[in-house]
């Protein structure tokens, strides 16, 4: 747990710094040890909607749910973000998935 506290807090000084890549990175590898965090995945996710793209944030916020299908907050978060990018289809079907998943 403090790694994971470490590994955040070195990615968030480095996004203040801009180095959006090196706090991907540094994202990845928490995840890698602590997969089912919902907490370094929604911060991935803010990082991938402010400085990466529309399909990286639909990959992450995918992977996200499969780690932590009860993490309501990141169904919601992919289903907005495809109903803001006009996918409207898509966004009940995020819906009904977690409501599968829960």
Known sequence: ??????????????????AVHT????YGQTLAVFPAKKSVWLRLAFLEKAHGTR????????RAVSFCPQADILWLMGAKEKWLA???????????????AN
């Open 1 to 18: 747990e403090d790694r994971k506290r470490t590994w955040v807090d070195d990615a968030e000084g480095l996004l203040e710094r801009g």
């Open 23 to 26: 706090a991907r990175a540094i």
């Open 55 to 62: 399909e990286a944030l639909d990959q992450v916020l995918s």
């Open 86 to 100: 006009g996918d409207i289809d898509a966004a009940p079907e995020i819906l009904f998935q977690a409501f599968q």
